[in-house]
């Protein structure tokens, strides 16, 4: 790994921290965009646009940036460490890069322009109450029907499915074929008849999540993306993003740094701070270091796809276990730093609510860190069988 910046590098990074001081304000003070763009404004999301960073990664032609994995992880990096909302979802992340690869001319010409202006949310209908980490074992099954693909079944942990205009779907259209075989890659109108999403509120009482039901929904066989039963294969395609996860590692030191602060400022009974609690602070230091190598695993993982010109496989899944474990063992601390004061909530927000209700609502909704992206049971055999060669099971 090379820390030091190149030449083309460090210019190019100067022009994002440029970017970042000019047109950041308009991230935090404009008219927000809701949900749709990760809590971002319409000031902001028309700024990114202007220079193609809605899509970082994406080809020039499709109205992307053509950003190398590097320049993406500098692009992630400054963003993260300014706080400011990064370009994502599933429109980015998923549907778009596999309608360029996949996508006819009419899909691309219709679908994409509306992707990149940031304000379109779009949602995955992956995952079924019997089919998560095990996802080719859907069940919800599309008919053909003449001109039309009839569609029945139940989809779940559909994030953002109640604001999203689209869906990308994977649906069964062969029965009788091998489970990774049989299965087909659809676009879906959210206001299609039959279409029902039904609201999943998390343990942090938010509304991310939903589950989604297709009863007779009918879908234009011009909606099929690539070719029927193969859309396993389908989605598996992405693009040359950068996976370091380097805006999770930055938020896992910021978030640490805040508790640091918070500490350091605390005055409990008499004069004394949470700062000179001896076991507290070696508790601190503990995830402070911790975050730093999260750090570095970053660093490895886009080393990796630099240096190599490969996706990284096992690296991935240890940042991610290693990721999201820390993250609930920060928000561990910062709840026994705060006590009983931690239960209280943002929406009772009054200045006996220590940091605004946030350690409250971090340590309940990480309990799904390990969780959501491949759990972390998926994640060690992937670094057991892959990473270390150990038979399977």
Avoid at 83 to 101: H, M, N, Q
Wanted: charged share 20%; glycine share 12%; net charge neutral.
């Amino acid at each position: 790994m090379n820390f030091r910046d190149t030449a083309e590098e460090a210019e190019f990074r100067k022009v994002v921290r440029d970017f970042v001081a000019t047109e950041g304000p308009k991230a935090r003070n404009g008219t927000s965009t809701g949900e749709g763009f990760y809590g971002g404004t319409k000031e902001w999301t028309k700024a990114l646009a202007a220079r193609n960073w809605i899509a970082p990664a994406w080809p020039v032609e499709y109205g992307g940036a053509g950003m190398s994995v590097l320049q993406q992880f500098i692009f992630n990096w400054e963003l993260a460490e300014a706080r400011l909302p990064r370009p994502g979802g599933i429109a980015i992340g998923f549907a778009g890069p596999t309608l360029i690869v996949h996508g006819t001319e009419e899909q691309k010409k219709k679908l994409l322009p509306e992707m990149l202006s940031g304000e379109v949310t779009w949602c995955q209908g992956y995952s079924e109450p019997g089919a998560g980490s095990d996802l080719a074992a859907i069940q919800t099954r599309a008919v053909r029907d003449g001109d039309d693909y009839v569609v029945n079944g139940q989809k779940i942990w559909t994030s953002g499915g109640h604001n999203a205009k689209w869906m990308i779907l994977l649906a069964r259209t062969d029965p009788d074929a091998p489970k990774h075989r049989g299965i087909t890659y659809f676009i879906v109108d959210m206001k299609s008849p039959g279409v029902t999403v039904r609201p999943l509120i998390n343990a942090a009482y938010t509304h991310e999540f939903n589950e989604v039901f297709f009863e007779d929904v009918r879908i234009p066989k011009q909606n099929i993306i690539g070719e029927e039963n193969r859309g396993w294969y389908l989605a598996q395609t992405t693009l040359s993003f950068e996976r370091s996860n380097i805006g999770g590692a930055v938020g896992a030191r910021q978030t640490v740094e805040d508790l640091v602060k918070f500490a350091r400022g605390h005055k409990g009974d008499g004069q004394s701070t949470l700062g000179h609690n001896t076991a507290l602070r070696q508790e601190l230091v503990e995830r402070y270091v911790e975050a730093g190598v999260a750090q570095m695993m970053s660093f490895k993982i886009v080393s990796i796809q630099a240096n190599e010109g490969v996706a990284p496989g096992h690296e991935a899944s240890v940042a991610k276990l290693y990721g999201t474990e820390l993250n609930q063992r920060i928000q561990r601390t910062g709840m026994k730093m705060l006590g009983l004061y931690g239960q209280l909530v943002a929406k009772s927000a009054g200045p006996e609510v220590p940091m605004k209700g946030r350690v409250e609502y971090m340590y309940l909704r990480s309990i799904a860190n390990t969780i959501e992206g491949g759990t972390s049971e998926i994640q060690r055999n992937i670094i057991a069988t892959r990473g270390l060669g150990l038979p399977r099971a």
